[in-house]
């Protein structure tokens, strides 16, 4: 199968560029600084489609965000991501899971 005409690569910041993305899409994965994953999944969320797949990676940050980690090096990026977490399981538009093994999470837009 050609993919050449299926995949686009993109480069640059996601903060700056993913804002201009105007379509919607079956399945977003999320890979990035773990300080800005609050921002990623509010783009997620409007890039999204009924019953698009969000998958987060490693949002659990080596078992820190469930501990009482308080490292100033690492402290952002763990707060934001229990700020992710909160979103993402209280929004009612979302059926969520965390899987422990690989820090990986996935969302299904249900609306």
């Known amino acids: 199968m050609e ?4 995949i686009n690569v993109y480069i640059g910041d996601a903060v700056e560029i993913l804002p201009n993305f105007n379509e919607k899409y079956d399945v977003i994965f ?10 990623f999944l509010k783009e997620a969320l409007r890039m999204s489609k009924k019953g698009t797949l969000i998958i987060a ?3 659990l940050y080596k078992g820190y965000v469930m501990s009482d980690y308080n490292k100033h090096k690492q ?4 707060r934001n991501l229990r700020e ?6 209280e ?13 990986r999470t996935l969302h299904k837009q249900s609306n």
Do not use: M
């Open 57 to 59: 990676d490693n949002i």
């Open 30 to 39: 999320i890979d990035a600084a773990k300080g800005k994953y609050p921002f």
């Open 3 to 6: 993919l050449e005409n299926k």
């Open 91 to 103: 929004d009612p538009k979302l059926e969520s899971k965390i899987y422990e093994v690989g820090d």
């Open 75 to 78: 402290r952002t990026a763990v």
């Open 84 to 89: 992710y977490i909160k979103i993402a399981l």
